[in-house]
């Protein structure tokens, strides 16, 4: 089992910009798809952003393609979400994810969780 914990969300005018990060603990992180999911107040959690263990292959929900970044360094056992351009429909608590493939993680086949980190975008 991988421990998943975020940091870096917080309150952002529209149009600024967050870095999110995801630190993994446990079973060898280099192994895995990476993903970041998010929830909306009243809304269900959705697929964000994967990326594959070797960092090579990418995917993007098409809300935020052009505006967030995912990236991994299976040195520290971390990925990040960078977000630039940030709009208030961005605003929700942001998840952590890990699963055996990108394909895997896109469709909510999740191994581990971490618990969220909330991003709220006023206008």
């Known amino acids: 089992q991988v421990q998943l914990v975020e940091s870096g969300g917080g309150l952002v005018r529209a149009g600024g910009s967050l870095r999110l990060s995801c630190a993994a603990s446990?079973?060898?992180?280099?192994?895995?798809?990476m993903g970041w999911f998010r929830q909306a107040p009243g809304k269900e959690r959705e697929f964000v952003a994967t990326?594959?263990?070797?960092?090579?292959?990418?995917s993007y929900v098409d809300s935020v393609k052009g505006r967030f970044t995912i990236s991994r360094d299976n040195a520290k056992n971390t990925v990040y979400l960078q977000m630039n351009s940030l709009e208030p429909a961005d605003t929700a608590v942001y998840y952590c994810?890990?699963?055996?493939?990108?394909?895997?993680?896109?469709?909510?086949?999740?191994?581990?969780w971490g618990q969220g980190t909330q991003v709220t975008v006023s206008s």
């Open positions: 994810a890990r699963g055996t493939t990108s394909s895997a993680l896109r469709i909510g086949a999740v191994g581990s």
């Open positions: 990326i594959s263990w070797s960092g090579g292959s990418t």
């Open positions: 446990g079973r060898t992180f280099s192994s895995g798809a």
